[in-house]
């Protein structure tokens, strides 16, 4: 497929730019009301309003150009209206770039016992103090331009895996229902944009089925969702390599809620150009980092009298300023600082990844950087001194 469906009204929406290929490898640019994004690119996320424990400051200086808040979260804590009384989610968190919010299905399709579908929406019951909320496409816009978000994700509902091809299918047309109803909802405004949402679980035919609905209502971008449920990354890649040739070359394309480093190059090969993930967050909360040489649990006691920096190649603070042996004490007596350091590196790391991506495709050599990754991770850790 070559171009989307053109997108009506005056305004132009976000812009996107492919700037080099290399294979079905995208580099490309996306520009939004609150800045530029470079493409591939790793959005980090934000859930609450902030990256835990990191100052807006801070996420910036690791590379990041575009960060991610949830929707499901700040609706209930402090509430979409009262962010925008207080100058819209960019004003509040300090964090002056673009961001991208989720419409909240994947969290209220967690809930299980306390949420009920229907054709009109989710209607559910706070995890927080059990309060109910209803959901419609209509009220996930709403509440997204409240927050005054960059990009505004559709309600869809995250189909459940394992799932028989019936279920996936009356989950699937009913996302696809819903994703007409957010178009008709979504504010069309220089700079803002609205991402459609590909379901279908692990069934390339009614993934098909979903991108051709899409692409048919129009959206400024395409995201892959569903995936990144407990499918493994060799059936992630089989709906990837079945999905991505059928979305718009035109638009950008985010797979959802992926993930590893490993995950993330396959998936650029593929032809995705953007990522989200809170995998660095979560990892550096729990002793674990992510590096040139693979994963590392700073919790492990080899690390104990270990002078040397945790990867000596990184450029970030974490790791021109302390050891691993002070980042393995650290976590073993609980001070906070452990955490924060460590998140810092690992978003460091995913930015530095996304940054060799970028470089790669442009020297049309991603392949030869990709054999290249994978040989380093299968290295493994250096041995302890």
């Known amino acids: 497929m070559s171009e989307a469906t053109p997108l009506p ?20 640019l996306l520009t939004t009301a609150h800045g530029p994004v470079q493409t591939p690119a790793f959005m980090t996320v934000g859930t609450a309003g902030t990256v835990k424990g990191l ?19 700040l609706m209930l804590r402090p509430g979409a209206e009262r962010v925008a009384r207080l100058g819209g989610l960019h004003r509040f968190m300090n964090w002056p770039g673009p961001i991208l919010t989720d419409s909240g299905g994947f969290q209220v399709m967690s809930l299980q016992e306390l949420r009920k579908i229907t054709e009109e929406g989710v ?68 700079g803002y944009g609205l991402f459609g949402i590909v379901q279908g679980s ?22 892959v969702g569903g995936l990144a449920v407990g499918e493994g990354q060799e059936a992630m890649f089989e709906v990837l390599d079945a999905t991505v040739p059928a979305l718009p070359t035109d638009r950008p394309r985010y797979l959802m809620g992926v993930g590893k480093p490993a995950d993330i190059v396959g998936a650029v090969q593929r032809g995705i150009d953007m990522f989200d993930c809170v995998l660095p967050t979560r990892s550096g909360r729990t002793g674990q980092a992510f590096t040139r040489r693979g994963s590392v649990n700073l919790r492990n006691a080899r690390h104990m009298e270990d002078s040397r920096p945790l990867d000596p190649d990184c450029p970030c603070p974490t790791c021109a300023d302390h050891s691993r042996a002070y980042l393995h004490h650290l976590f073993r007596v609980k001070e906070m600082l452990g955490p924060i350091l460590l998140t810092r590196h690992n978003l460091y ?12 495709i442009e020297e049309q050599r991603l392949d030869d950087f990709a054999a290249d990754f994978a040989q380093q991770q299968a290295a493994g850790d250096l041995p302890a001194l």
Do not use: K
Not at 202 to 223: H, M
Not at 349 to 360: I, P, T
């Open 349 to 360: 790391y995913y930015q530095e990844l996304m940054a060799g991506l970028r470089q790669a």
């Open 55 to 73: 100052t807006s400051e801070a996420v910036r200086a690791s590379g990041a150009e575009i960060i991610l808040g949830n929707t499901y979260h």
């Open 202 to 223: 692990v069934y390339p035919d009614l993934r098909l089925a979903s991108a051709a609905a899409l692409t048919a209502i129009g959206f400024d971008g395409y995201a």
């Open 123 to 190: 209607t559910f019951r706070s995890h927080f103090d059990g309060e109910r909320h209803d959901l419609t496409p209509e009220r996930a816009v709403e509440i997204q331009e409240l927050l005054d978000a960059d990009i505004t994700m559709v309600l869809d509902e995250c189909t459940p895996f394992p799932a028989g091809e019936g279920e996936a299918r009356e989950s699937m047309e009913r996302s696809m229902r819903w994703a007409a109803r957010c178009r008709e909802a979504f504010t069309r405004r220089p």
């Open 9 to 28: 009204g005056d305004n132009p929406g976000i812009a996107f730019d492919l700037l080099a290929e290399d294979g079905a490898a995208r580099r490309g």
